[in-house]
T-cell receptor
Framework: IAGITQAPTSQILAAGRRMTLRCTQD?????MYWYRQDLGLGLRLIHY???????GKGEVPDGYSVSRANTDDFPLTLASAVPSQTSVYFC????????????FGEGSRLTVL | GQNIDQPTEMTATEGAIVQINCTYQ??????LFWYQQHAGEAPTFLSY????GLEEKGRFSSFLSRSKGYSYLLLKELQMKDSASYLC??????????FGAGTTVTVRA
């Protein structure tokens, strides 16, 4: 059972470069999310998608973009990376039902130099 | 956004009980969640409360008071494997989930 797969697991990136973090789920969940996790700040929502074809902005969307062309994939793109985007990024999905339980990927550790 | 407060760190002895408090202020409310996150791993779901009261699940219980904007997670019969970060999360009126900074629990022998 794969659940949610994120790639890459870890990446070091030069400032100004473009980077796409990939996220794929095989649970046919409607809703998907991208969070970043920084020490002392917890998980902060970057972007979300309630269903294929729709996306929305979370708490910290600046510098990031997403797309949701189909149910399974939800890539996160940094158009021009900056050092403040150094973080651990988690993709998550949920069925969108009342319980709202989130299933998380294993995370992508990104370092921008 | 939401204001979600929980203690940064707690330490307890194996076999003991620990209570992690969480207070929140939110625009609309559609449930409170607790997640467990071991170091270097992804968060995993522990509990969900949408109505006032206590939800018990094995050694873990979660309590909610909506009028007070307050929840706690109770961990009983602590085991070494319970050493982790515990995240309080609130779902707002738009069904978006916001997380507190997390409470790191250290269980000592």
């Amino acid at each position: 059972i794969a659940g949610i797969t994120q790639a890459p697991t870890s990446q070091i990136l030069a400032a100004g470069r473009r980077m796409t973090l990939r996220c794929t789920q095989d649970m046919r969940h409607n809703a998907m999310y991208w969070y970043r996790q920084d020490l002392g700040l917890g998980l902060r929502l970057i972007h979300y998608s309630n269903t294929a074809g729709t996306t929305g902005k979370g708490e910290v969307p600046d510098g990031y973009s997403v797309s949701r062309a189909n149910t399974d994939d939800f890539p996160l793109t940094l158009a021009s990376a900056v050092p403040s985007q150094t973080s651990v990024y988690f993709c998550a999905s949920s069925e969108g039902d009342d319980t709202g339980e989130l299933f998380f990927g294993e995370g992508s550790r990104l370092t921008v130099l | 956004g939401q204001n979600i407060d929980q203690p940064t760190e707690m330490t307890a002895t194996e076999g003991a009980i620990v209570q992690i408090n969480c207070t929140y202020q939110t625009s609309g409310f559609n449930g409170l969640f607790w997640y467990q996150q071991h170091a270097g791993e992804a968060p995993t779901f522990l509990s969900y409360n949408v109505l006032d009261g206590l939800e018990e699940k094995g050694r873990f219980s979660s309590f909610l008071s909506r009028s007070k904007g307050y929840s706690y997670l109770l961990l009983k019969e602590l085991q070494m494997k319970d050493s982790a970060s515990y995240l309080c999360a609130v779902r707002d009126g738009d069904y978006k989930l916001s997380f507190g900074a997390g409470t790191t629990v250290t269980v000592r022998a």
